[in-house]
């Protein structure tokens, strides 16, 4: 499984397409800019299933554009603002044409009053927040229904290492008097290191300082692969439901370009 | 009586500048109070016979006075000093005059760019060219210019090609002789790339020279039909130069579409290699092309840096490359004729560089609809950050891109002024980049030492005779090593990615060393 840290390299990439089909050139501009967060298929993976979820932010073709050509504000949905006018349209018309095959009414299967209950009793909140209520350690879940797909919301719980967000990643330093202590890496450059240990205290290191920097492959968060298959789906089940909305106060990435 | 025309108009301190010749250029390494030349001297060496800042009080150095440009964008110039007086581009089309010792300002100089062109390239500029009086830069929308170096007055203004076809230009001029050489960017964008030469004085232009051949010329075998018209070729980077041998050494760029190849099959020459030519007429002495039928926008704009060495037994006149193919090749600067490639960093797309220097190319390794991971990446394990040498360990140091991407591709169609790469490129890697300082013996491309960063760097290198090599990284250290060690023996935040190379120069016997972070010219000395 690869248990590999997430880069983020975007990179804007125009297309003077093409000869074929405006469905070929919506797919290859799908597969190159899209296709990293929302899967090959456009059935969601980092980002939300774009064919058969229904969508939070609307599924007319004008409100597709809005959220291609702004990004959402406070994720990892970065603004296209590059794109030409044509290309976002054959992005659109590739992705209304694949969710023709399946409409856009996925029934999340599970009881999210029980996940809920699940999600209390195993203390998710001791590393989450959830509308203001827990813990910063972890990724904030106010919104994480509509921002993965129900997969990947699966294997966030069951096997949390298959897939690190940026700003998650677990590192470990090992002070020179062997004193070594865990946690998620803030910020890091050749020289220093800042992180925030899981009493989620904020650790600043020089790492001349240091014996060592070591970046852990494995997630911070245990892996709950002993939960029975009813209750992951019902916690699964709970969490699609959590819509909650965007920080529009954040600020918006934006797909960089090449020189 | 004839006045001497030039002589005495500068003065810094006690220090009065005499005008700046071909001759100078030629003999810079005996100057080192000035930069004189992009590279600091043809050969690109970028070695200073300088030692008052050394090993073992570099320590000390500390921020003597910064320039504040205003000017967002990468800013990328290197310095030219000349008597006491720096001048250097920033990004937007502006220049400068300061006093080197005090960084205020003599004057400053905006290119009045006509409203509503379109670039191919943005903005960026890396320095500028002196010859007399007059210093030349290019602009973004293509053009070259002479200016006055007393007073930033533009004596001349001469179009390169049009950005109708997406032509743009950024690199710093080389002046040799009267002429002054410049190329073009826009590699994305169908261009048929060239190296130029104008009249320093009138502008004229003296020679122009095709990047691609067209068909029916030699070379124009290697390229599919007609699809050499938008055969790529940039020429972005200033070429070296070797006075004995009277030639120009210029890195050709991508071929176009960039990752598309089925529709220029071929080795589509000059593309992806360097040209060898006669700086009095342009013509073509020999041409070397690291990677024939380039799909990853490997350019093979590097610098190609000038050296003499004894190799096998045998005095040699060579050209030393560390590629954007992830290899490190020496080179015949006479003939052409391949010496020998090492790579120096992660690389998947070629099994080995055969006896002729011609890669043999490994599978899976060529864009496709699905995509396919290579190594380096698009942005190479090298580029254009300039490397340095120095004569006393012989060793070449030069910063290290270690990161990989995936390659996609779709048939693209030319459309005049568009983008035109053939369709896409690079999802992203799931692998996490860093970066290398390298010191690496150019007789076998054995590293000799090593110091990490923790991103791929874009800045270049400096050596001087102080026993150092002055380098920067992604993350706004601006830093000195031991060329020797590679110990890091000094280090500051700038607060910005560093994106060009450092210089260094004294004035009235003190030493400076001068580097480029975000809108800020920082130049440094010890108290």
Same mark, same amino acid.
């Given at each position: 499984?690869?248990?590999?840290?997430?880069?983020?390299?975007?990179?804007?990439?125009?297309?003077?397409?093409?000869? /074929?089909?405006?469905?070929?050139?919506?797919?290859?501009?799908?597969?190159?800019?899209?296709?990293?967060?929302?899967?090959?298929?456009?059935?969601?993976?980092?980002?939300?299933?774009?064919?058969?979820?229904?969508?939070?932010?609307?599924?007319? $073709?004008?409100?597709?554009?809005?959220?291609?050509?702004?990004?959402?504000?406070?994720?990892?949905?970065?603004?296209?603002?590059?794109?030409? $006018?044509?290309?976002?349209?054959?992005?659109?018309?590739?992705?209304?044409?694949?969710?023709?095959?399946?409409?856009?009414?996925?029934?999340?299967?599970?009881?999210?009053?029980?996940?809920? /209950?699940?999600?209390?009793?195993?203390?998710?909140?001791?590393?989450?927040?959830?509308?203001?209520?827990?813990?910063?350690?972890?990724?904030?879940?106010?919104?994480?229904?509509?921002?993965?797909?129900?997969?990947?919301?699966?294997?966030?719980?069951?096997?949390?290492?298959? $897939?690190?967000?940026?700003?998650?990643?677990?590192?470990?330093?090992?002070?020179?008097?062997?004193?070594?202590?865990?946690?998620?890496?803030?910020?890091?450059?050749?020289?220093?290191?800042?992180?925030? $240990?899981?009493?989620?205290?904020?650790?600043?290191?020089?790492?001349?300082?240091?014996?060592?920097?070591?970046?852990?492959?494995?997630?911070?968060?245990?892996?709950?692969?002993?939960?029975?298959?009813?209750?992951?789906?019902?916690?699964?089940?709970?969490?699609?439901?959590?819509?909650?909305?965007?920080?529009?106060?954040?600020?918006?990435?934006?797909?960089?370009?090449?020189? | 009586?004839?006045?001497?025309?030039?002589?005495?108009?500068?003065?810094?301190?006690?220090? =009065?500048?005499?005008?700046?010749?071909?001759?100078?250029?030629?003999?810079?390494?005996?100057?080192?109070?000035?930069?004189?030349?992009?590279?600091?001297?043809?050969?690109?060496?970028?070695?200073?016979?300088?030692?008052?800042?050394?090993?073992?009080?570099?320590?000390?150095?500390?921020?003597? !006075?910064?320039?504040?440009?205003?000017?967002?964008?990468?800013?990328?110039?290197?310095?030219?000093?000349?008597?006491?007086?720096?001048?250097?581009?920033?990004?937007?089309?502006?220049?400068?005059?300061?006093?080197?010792?005090?960084?205020?300002?003599? !004057?400053?100089?905006?290119?009045?760019?006509?409203?509503?062109?379109?670039?191919?390239?943005?903005?960026?500029?890396?320095? &500028?060219?002196?010859?007399?009086?007059?210093?030349?830069?290019?602009?973004?929308?293509?053009?070259? &210019?002479? &200016?006055?170096?007393?007073?930033?007055?533009?004596?001349?203004?001469?179009?390169?090609?049009?950005?109708?076809?997406?032509?743009?230009?950024?690199?710093?001029?080389l002046?040799v002789k009267?002429k002054?050489i410049?190329?073009?960017?826009?590699?994305?964008?169908?261009?048929?790339?060239?190296?130029?030469a104008?009249?320093?004085?009138?502008?004229?232009? *003296?020679w122009?020279?095709?990047?691609?051949?067209?068909? %029916?010329?030699?070379?124009?075998?290697?390229?599919?039909?007609?699809?050499?018209?938008?055969?790529?070729?940039?020429?972005?980077?200033?070429g070296?130069y070797d006075p004995?041998l009277n030639l120009l050494?210029?890195?050709?760029?991508?071929?176009?579409?960039?990752?598309?190849?089925?529709?220029?099959?071929?080795?589509?020459?000059?593309?992806?290699?360097?040209?060898a030519l006669d700086a009095d007429t342009g013509k073509?002495?020999?041409?070397?092309?690291?990677?024939?039928?380039?799909?990853?926008?490997?350019?093979?704009?590097?610098?190609?840096?000038?050296?003499?060495?004894?190799?096998?037994?045998?005095?040699?006149?060579?050209?030393?490359?560390?590629?954007?193919?992830?290899?490190?090749?020496?080179?015949?600067?006479?003939?052409?004729?391949?010496?020998?490639?090492?790579?120096?960093?992660?690389?998947?797309?070629?099994?080995?560089?055969?006896?002729?220097?011609?890669?043999?190319?490994?599978?899976?390794?060529?864009?496709?609809?699905? %995509?396919?991971?290579?190594?380096? %990446?698009?942005?190479? *394990?090298?580029?254009?950050?300039?490397?340095?040498?120095?004569?006393?360990?012989?060793?070449?140091?030069?910063?290290?891109?270690?990161? =990989?991407?995936?390659?996609?591709?779709?048939?693209?169609?030319?459309?005049?002024?568009?983008?035109?790469?053939?369709?896409?490129?690079?999802?992203?890697?799931?692998?996490?980049?860093?970066?290398?300082?390298?010191?690496?013996?150019?007789?076998?491309?054995?590293?000799?030492?090593?110091?990490?960063?923790?991103?791929?760097?874009? *800045?270049?290198?400096?050596?001087?005779?102080?026993?150092?090599?002055?380098?920067?990284?992604?993350?706004?250290?601006?830093?000195?090593?031991?060329?020797?060690? %590679?110990?890091?023996? !000094?280090?500051?935040?700038?607060?910005?990615?560093?994106?060009?190379?450092?210089?260094?120069?004294?004035?009235?016997?003190?030493?400076?060393?001068?580097?480029?972070?975000?809108?800020?010219?920082?130049?440094?000395?010890?108290?």
């Amino acid at each position: 499984m690869g248990k590999t840290v997430r880069k983020l390299l975007l990179v804007f990439i125009p297309a003077a397409l093409c000869a /074929q089909s405006s469905f070929d050139q919506g797919r290859a501009l799908f597969r190159s800019n899209c296709a990293f967060c929302h899967g090959m298929t456009a059935t969601g993976g980092r980002g939300p299933n774009l064919v058969s979820a229904p969508l939070s932010h609307g599924d007319t $073709d004008v409100s597709i554009k809005r959220v291609i050509r702004i990004g959402v504000p406070g994720t990892t949905m970065p603004a296209f603002s590059e794109f030409t $006018d044509e290309e976002v349209g054959q992005v659109i018309q590739y992705l209304q044409s694949l969710s023709k095959s399946s409409l856009r009414n996925e029934n999340v299967p599970g009881n999210p009053q029980h996940g809920q /209950q699940i999600y209390g009793e195993k203390d998710c909140s001791g590393c989450h927040r959830i509308g203001g209520q827990g813990s910063i350690f972890g990724p904030e879940l106010t919104r994480i229904g509509g921002a993965r797909s129900i997969e990947y919301l699966r294997d966030s719980i069951i096997k949390p290492s298959a $897939d690190v967000p940026e700003g998650y990643e677990g590192v470990t330093v090992v002070m020179k008097n062997g004193k070594r202590i865990r946690g998620l890496r803030i910020n890091e450059d050749t020289f220093s290191i800042q992180l925030r $240990d899981p009493s989620q205290q904020i650790r600043m290191f020089q790492k001349d300082e240091l014996i060592g920097v070591t970046h852990e492959t494995e997630s911070m968060m245990p892996a709950y692969d002993r939960l029975s298959a009813t209750d992951l789906q019902d916690l699964v089940a709970y969490l699609a439901t959590l819509r909650g909305a965007v920080d529009s106060s954040a600020a918006v990435k934006k797909a960089g370009g090449i020189k | 009586m004839r006045l001497p025309v030039f002589v005495g108009w500068v003065c810094a301190g006690v220090l =009065c500048a005499q005008p700046v010749t071909f001759e100078r250029i030629v003999n810079s390494k005996a100057e080192p109070q000035n930069w004189l030349t992009y590279w600091g001297d043809y050969g690109a060496q970028r070695y200073r016979d300088l030692k008052q800042i050394d090993t073992s009080n570099v320590k000390n150095l500390r921020v003597e !006075w910064i320039f504040q440009t205003g000017q967002s964008g990468a800013f990328e110039t290197v310095p030219l000093v000349v008597d006491g007086i720096m001048y250097f581009t920033a990004a937007n089309g502006f220049a400068y005059s300061v006093d080197a010792r005090s960084g205020r300002q003599l !004057w400053q100089f905006k290119y009045p760019m006509p409203d509503g062109v379109k670039l191919c390239c943005g903005t960026v500029n890396r320095g &500028l060219a002196i010859l007399g009086d007059l210093l030349f830069m290019v602009t973004p929308d293509a053009h070259v &210019l002479a &200016l006055e170096a007393r007073t930033g007055r533009l004596v001349w203004n001469r179009e390169m090609a049009s950005t109708d076809q997406s032509y743009g230009a950024t690199l710093a001029p080389l002046v040799v002789k009267d002429k002054v050489i410049v190329g073009v960017s826009g590699g994305e964008f169908g261009i048929r790339g060239f190296v130029d030469a104008y009249n320093a004085k009138s502008g004229e232009r *003296a020679w122009r020279f095709y990047t691609v051949p067209a068909k %029916g010329e030699p070379g124009g075998e290697t390229w599919l039909a007609d699809s050499w018209k938008r055969g790529g070729g940039a020429t972005w980077m200033t070429g070296t130069y070797d006075p004995k041998l009277n030639l120009l050494y210029w890195g050709v760029g991508n071929p176009g579409p960039d990752l598309f190849g089925e529709v220029r099959k071929g080795d589509n020459l000059y593309t992806a290699g360097l040209v060898a030519l006669d700086a009095d007429t342009g013509k073509l002495k020999w041409h070397f092309q690291f990677t024939p039928h380039d799909t990853h926008d490997w350019d093979g704009c590097e610098t190609p840096m000038v050296l003499d060495i004894k190799w096998k037994g045998r005095d040699r006149k060579v050209l030393a490359q560390a590629n954007r193919n992830a290899f490190f090749y020496l080179l015949d600067r006479e003939t052409g004729e391949f010496l020998m490639a090492k790579s120096f960093a992660r690389q998947n797309w070629a099994t080995e560089i055969d006896a002729k220097g011609r890669p043999v190319l490994s599978r899976n390794a060529d864009p496709s609809p699905e %995509g396919n991971r290579v190594c380096p %990446g698009l942005a190479g *394990a090298a580029n254009w950050m300039p490397p340095s040498y120095n004569p006393e360990t012989g060793w070449f140091y030069f910063p290290v891109r270690e990161q =990989c991407d995936v390659f996609f591709s779709a048939p693209p169609v030319y459309v005049e002024g568009k983008a035109y790469w053939g369709s896409m490129f690079r999802g992203q890697t799931e692998e996490k980049e860093w970066g290398l300082l390298k010191a690496l013996d150019p007789l076998t491309g054995e590293t000799k030492w090593d110091f990490r960063y923790y991103k791929a760097p874009w *800045a270049g290198t400096m050596a001087t005779s102080g026993g150092l090599i002055f380098s920067g990284d992604e993350d706004g250290y601006f830093m000195a090593f031991d060329a020797k060690t %590679g110990k890091n023996l !000094w280090k500051i935040n700038t607060g910005n990615r560093l994106v060009t190379a450092p210089i260094t120069y004294t004035v009235g016997g003190r030493q400076y060393v001068t580097m480029p972070s975000g809108s800020a010219l920082l130049t440094f000395a010890l108290p």
